[in-house]
Each structure stands twice: as structure tokens, then as C-alpha cells.
């Protein structure tokens, strides 16, 4: 059992920034990848990034590449999602989620894939104002 608890949401205006925290408790918070997601109001629920075990690797969706970064300490049990340069159309309850059973990809695109995940959290609302 892995339970996700995420932070940092809020208002912010264009071009700010935020950063969302994801404390994890549970299984050992090192053995397992985890992934950010985002639903806007209306739409469906759609990847934002993801990073390994170790933090060695990450994967971001194509339109936020460049703009926020994906984190983690393990030895804080906590993942982190830095975003800068927000923009309106980001605005979303945001998702951290664990994968606790599929083990290593090769393809780091299958880290995008939102069936990998089991737990996921409760989401923290952004809300960017232009």
C-alpha cells in the first residue's frame, strides 16, 4: 500500500511559478517510479511527467517540456513538481501517482502511460490567471 498526499497548489498568475510537492508513506518510497498527471475541467485526465526509481531518468509531455521539472528525494519520501512560466491553459487538478508493479521500461514513454499506476493521489487545484 503506497498512500500520496500533494501540496503547493494555488492561484498564480501568468508567468509565475508553483511547486507541487507529493509526500509519499507507505512502501519504500525508492523501489518504485512516479508520475505527475493533470484533468482540467472538461477534459480528460492527461500525463505531465514522470521520473524513475532513482531519479535518474524523467519524461515529460511535449508541451511542458522546458518549463517544469520533475524531482524527487527519496530520502524525504517526497516528489516534486517544479513549474515555471505557467500559463492559463495549465490550469488543472494535478495528480501524483506511484507504479509499483511495473518495474523498469526500457522506453521511457511507457512512464506516460496512466494504467502503469496503482495508487494515485487526491490532486491539488492549479490556477493560473492570465
Request: charged share 20%; net charge positive; aromatic share 14%.
Amino acid at each position: 500500500q503506497v498512500q500520496l498526499v500533494e501540496s503547493g497548489g494555488g492561484l498564480v498568475q501568468a508567468g509565475g511559478s508553483l511547486r507541487l510537492s507529493c509526500a509519499a508513506s507507505g512502501r519504500t518510497f525508492s523501489t518504485y517510479a512516479m508520475g505527475w498527471f493533470r484533468q482540467a475541467p472538461g477534459k480528460e485526465r492527461e500525463f505531465v511527467a514522470a521520473i524513475t526509481w532513482s531519479g535518474g531518468n524523467t519524461y515529460y509531455a511535449d508541451s511542458v517540456k522546458g518549463r517544469f521539472t520533475i524531482s524527487r528525494d527519496n530520502a524525504k519520501n517526497t516528489m516534486y513538481l517544479q513549474m515555471n512560466s505557467l500559463k492559463p491553459e495549465v490550469t488543472a487538478v494535478y495528480y501524483c501517482a506511484a507504479d509499483t508493479r511495473s518495474g523498469v521500461s526500457r522506453r521511457l514513454s511507457d512512464y506516460g502511460l496512466g494504467y502503469r499506476y496503482d495508487y494515485w493521489g487526491h490532486g491539488t487545484q492549479v490556477t493560473v490567471s492570465s
